[in-house]
Protein backbone atom coordinates (compact mmCIF):
# COMPACT_ATOMS: atom_id res chain seq x y z
CA UNK A 1 0.00 0.00 0.00
CA UNK A 2 2.87 2.62 0.69
CA UNK A 3 4.51 1.75 -2.75
CA UNK A 4 1.33 2.71 -4.54
CA UNK A 5 0.84 5.93 -2.17
CA UNK A 6 4.43 6.83 -3.44
CA UNK A 7 3.82 6.12 -6.79
CA UNK A 8 0.55 8.66 -6.68
CA UNK A 9 2.85 11.55 -5.40
CA UNK A 10 5.92 11.01 -7.25
CA UNK A 11 3.39 11.07 -10.36
CA UNK A 12 1.98 13.93 -9.17
CA UNK A 13 5.02 15.85 -8.24
CA UNK A 14 6.51 14.64 -12.05
CA UNK A 15 3.34 15.87 -13.71
CA UNK A 16 3.31 19.51 -11.99
CA UNK A 17 7.01 20.14 -12.70
CA UNK A 18 6.21 18.76 -16.42
CA UNK A 19 3.19 21.12 -16.69
CA UNK A 20 5.29 24.41 -15.49
CA UNK A 21 8.14 23.49 -18.38
CA UNK A 22 5.51 23.53 -20.94
CA UNK A 23 4.32 26.45 -19.64
CA UNK A 24 7.11 28.04 -20.12
CA UNK A 25 8.29 26.83 -23.70
CA UNK A 26 5.05 28.19 -24.61
CA UNK A 27 4.72 31.24 -23.32
CA UNK A 28 3.40 33.72 -25.58
CA UNK A 29 5.33 37.29 -26.20
CA UNK A 30 3.26 40.20 -24.22
CA UNK A 31 1.63 42.69 -27.09
CA UNK A 32 1.78 46.32 -26.63
CA UNK A 33 -2.35 46.60 -26.80
CA UNK A 34 -2.71 44.06 -23.79
CA UNK A 35 -4.64 45.95 -21.53
CA UNK A 36 -2.48 45.35 -18.51
CA UNK A 37 0.41 46.61 -20.48
CA UNK A 38 -1.40 49.47 -21.72
CA UNK A 39 -2.58 50.35 -18.56
CA UNK A 40 1.25 50.41 -16.88
CA UNK A 41 3.08 52.16 -19.58
CA UNK A 42 4.40 49.22 -20.53
CA UNK A 43 6.86 49.80 -24.21
CA UNK A 44 9.22 47.03 -25.01
CA UNK A 45 12.44 49.69 -25.14
CA UNK A 46 12.54 51.25 -21.89
CA UNK A 47 13.88 54.36 -23.58
CA UNK A 48 10.27 55.37 -25.04
CA UNK A 49 8.46 55.11 -21.75
CA UNK A 50 6.46 58.10 -21.18
CA UNK A 51 8.87 60.42 -18.80
CA UNK A 52 6.51 63.56 -18.46
CA UNK A 53 3.07 60.59 -17.37
CA UNK A 54 5.86 58.20 -15.44
CA UNK A 55 7.86 60.58 -13.27
CA UNK A 56 9.58 57.72 -11.59
CA UNK A 57 11.05 56.36 -14.54
CA UNK A 58 14.94 56.42 -14.37
CA UNK A 59 17.63 55.49 -17.42
CA UNK A 60 18.86 52.26 -15.56
CA UNK A 61 15.27 50.87 -15.09
CA UNK A 62 14.18 48.23 -17.44
CA UNK A 63 12.61 44.52 -17.47
CA UNK A 64 15.86 42.69 -17.01
CA UNK A 65 16.90 44.20 -14.08
CA UNK A 66 13.34 44.04 -12.33
CA UNK A 67 12.57 41.72 -9.42
CA UNK A 68 9.39 40.87 -11.00
CA UNK A 69 10.93 39.98 -13.89
CA UNK A 70 11.74 35.87 -14.13
CA UNK A 71 14.09 35.61 -16.86
CA UNK A 72 17.85 34.83 -16.89
CA UNK A 73 19.77 38.10 -16.96
CA UNK A 74 21.27 37.37 -19.77
CA UNK A 75 18.29 35.83 -21.27
CA UNK A 76 17.01 38.47 -24.29
CA UNK A 77 13.64 37.57 -23.30
CA UNK A 78 12.02 36.21 -20.22
CA UNK A 79 8.39 35.80 -18.27
CA UNK A 80 6.97 38.46 -16.47
CA UNK A 81 4.85 37.82 -12.88
CA UNK A 82 2.92 40.84 -13.21
CA UNK A 83 1.76 40.20 -16.96
CA UNK A 84 1.22 36.51 -16.16
CA UNK A 85 4.21 34.57 -17.36
CA UNK A 86 4.25 36.15 -20.39
CA UNK A 87 7.27 37.12 -22.28
CA UNK A 88 8.96 40.92 -21.97
CA UNK A 89 11.85 41.92 -23.27
CA UNK A 90 14.70 42.43 -21.34
CA UNK A 91 15.33 46.22 -22.15
CA UNK A 92 11.17 46.25 -21.80
CA UNK A 93 10.00 48.69 -18.93
CA UNK A 94 6.30 49.16 -17.16
CA UNK A 95 5.16 51.42 -14.21
CA UNK A 96 5.05 48.77 -12.12
CA UNK A 97 9.48 48.37 -11.95
CA UNK A 98 10.70 47.21 -9.18
CA UNK A 99 14.91 47.23 -7.82
CA UNK A 100 16.14 43.56 -7.98
CA UNK A 101 17.86 42.51 -4.85
Do not use: H
Not at 15 to 44: H, I, N
Not at 75 to 97: E, I, N, Q, T
Request: aromatic share 10%; charged share 20%.
Amino acid sequence: MSNRREFIVQFSLGSGVLASGRAFAQAAPLSEKDATALALGYVPDATKADKKKYTKYAADQKCGNCQLYTGKPADASGPCAVFGGKLVPAKAWCSSWVKKV
